[in-house]
């Protein structure tokens, strides 16, 4: 049985920090691509941040490049992501995914973790 499990989301104030994980379990992990996505409601899924499977490339959108980290570790089957110097346009429901070609769509995803960036 596939299942990603995201944590670390919460409530924080803008210019602080948050570590998001996913567990990985069920599947090949270091045979996949992992991402991370995030989504505010009534907006699309948007990419933040890709690792290749052994972690070598990585990739960000724009507005978070400097500021979020993405890394992984395939012997514990989880994904990370770094978020420093938070902004309130980061709220949003954070998802992983894991996909076998690289900033593909996900062929696993998690259920979200919240991440709410406010004072």
């Known amino acids: 049985q596939v299942q990603l499990v995201e944590s670390g989301g919460g409530l924080v104030q803008p210019g602080g920090s948050l570590r998001l994980s996913c567990a990985a379990s069920g599947f090949n992990f270091s045979h996949y691509s992992m991402h991370w996505y995030r989504q505010i409601p009534g907006k699309e899924r948007e990419l933040v941040a890709a690792?290749?499977?052994?972690?070598?490339?990585?990739d960000y959108k724009n507005s978070v490049k400097g500021r979020f980290t993405i890394s992984r570790d395939n012997f514990k089957n989880t994904v990370y992501l770094q978020m420093n110097s938070l902004k309130p346009e980061d709220t949003a429901v954070y998802y992983c995914?894991?996909?076998?070609?690289?900033?593909?769509?996900?062929?696993?995803w998690g259920q979200g973790t919240q991440v709410t960036v406010s004072s």
């Open positions: 995914s894991a996909a076998q070609i690289y900033r593909a769509a996900g062929d696993y």
């Open positions: 690792v290749s499977r052994m972690g070598g490339t990585t």
